[in-house]
């Protein structure tokens, strides 16, 4: 009898030991005016053949308001080598736009109180002796550290292997002497990849977990984003490739696989379900949201602005547009989220198309504010 009472209390111990399983409850879409959503249905028509279809578009673009799809097409092929279509399902790399998971990501930490923004990076790591890096740092691109898309090859990195995280910051701390684009932190912002590897590293030290398998037992499966991952070796088969302009092939280098800066693959249906958690304030609270709203660098004028993961255009009477572009090899995308409007913009290709950016121009559709600027990244 007691050999049976202690089975059953460690059994129960057990149960108890078992993480809860995250989950979420998006909002339902609110309907749309029926002739209102016509109306922006034909607009968003005309813009795609005129600008993207006309220009040899390879991917798939969607923009919603309320959560209520107006417009979604999809166009091209997986690989310009065979003759599977791109459909709502196909994951293309959504470059920079991946920032976007790591900054949150990094906040939800902050938020469960288990590390704080101005944390110095070498609280974390402490060979890391860059006086001044902090996470917040980090995340708004002023840590004056150099971007290791460069300087990895420039201090001789072996070209045919490939380079992880945990190598650059490796790099960071061992040729510390030999980097020369070094800048003193928090002093301008400086849109740097490194950053956001280090960031991923950050996420991985805290949590104990691989940062792919991170993000989809926090993100991708309580969103049921079913079509995205990270990167890694186990899912290389589903790592669609991309293609420049000419439908050359991009060859995969010694810097794809380096994750946090890029290497999200995703469908333009699976970042609507992630801009709609962000609505929601289950994952990230109106303090944390703020937070990442915020423009920080601001010794130049102009809106356009950074935060914490998001750029943002930042106008004189206050309103944002919240955005990510993105651009690696021949892959490139743009995330818009208009929040006051509730409206989102999605376009991601596989073939390198510029006119990709031009998606900034149906946020007119929505507000009135001048949004002429370009930029790629």
């Known amino acids: 009898m007691i050999a049976a009472i202690f089975i059953l209390s460690c059994n129960d111990e057990k149960k108890e030991e078992q993480p809860t399983a995250i989950s979420y409850a998006l909002p339902a879409a609110v309907e749309i005016n029926p002739e209102l959503k016509s109306k922006l249905n ?9 600008i993207l279809k006309k220009s040899g578009f390879c991917g798939g673009i969607l923009v919603s308001q309320h959560g209520n799809t107006i417009f979604e097409k999809y166009e091209g092929r997986v690989n310009l080598n065979n003759a599977e279509l791109i459909n709502n399902q196909t994951p293309l790399h959504i470059a920079s736009v991946s920032k976007t998971f790591t900054a949150m990501a990094v906040l939800k930490l902050c938020q469960d109180k288990l590390l704080n923004l101005d944390d ?12 001044g890096v902090t996470i917040k740092t980090l995340l708004n691109h002023r840590s004056g550290l150099p971007n290791y898309v460069y300087f990895m090859e420039e201090l001789g990195w072996d070209k045919k292997k490939y ?5 650059v910051l490796n790099t960071l701390i061992q040729q510390k002497n030999k980097l020369t684009k070094t800048e003193l932190p928090n002093r301008r912002f400086c ?8 960031l991923a590293l950050l996420i991985e030290k805290i949590t104990q977990t691989p940062f792919s398998e991170h993000l989809k037992k926090t993100i991708f499966d309580p969103l049921q984003m079913n079509h995205s991952f990270v990167y890694s070796d186990k899912d290389s088969s589903k790592a669609n490739p991309s293609f420049d302009p000419q439908g050359r092939q991009a060859a995969f280098i010694n ?5 946090g800066d890029k290497n999200v693959f995703s469908t333009p249906e699976d970042l609507l379900k992630w801009d709609r958690l962000l609505t929601t304030k289950q994952y990230l609270n109106d303090s944390m ?3 990442a709203y915020t423009p920080y660098s601001n010794e130049h004028t102009g809106i356009r602005n950074y935060g914490l993961g998001w750029r943002m255009y930042n106008y004189p009477d206050g309103y944002k547009i919240i955005y990510h572009n993105g651009w690696w090899h021949g892959s490139n995308a743009v995330f818009i989220r208009l929040i006051k409007e509730d409206a989102t913009i999605i376009v991601i290709g596989n073939k390198y198309n510029s006119n990709i950016y ?7 559709l929505f507000i009135q504010h001048d949004v002429n600027v370009n930029e790629n990244d």
């Open 191 to 198: 849109y740097c990849n490194t950053n956001y590897v280090l």
């Open 255 to 259: 810097m794809d696989k380096v994750v």
């Open 358 to 364: 031009k998606a900034r121009d149906l946020i007119s």
């Open 163 to 167: 380079v992880s995280n945990q190598d």
């Open 42 to 50: 034909s607009v968003c028509t005309e813009w795609y053949n005129q």
């Open 120 to 131: 110095p990076f070498s609280k974390y790591f402490n060979e890391f002796d860059y006086p």
């Open 289 to 291: 949201l703020k937070q």
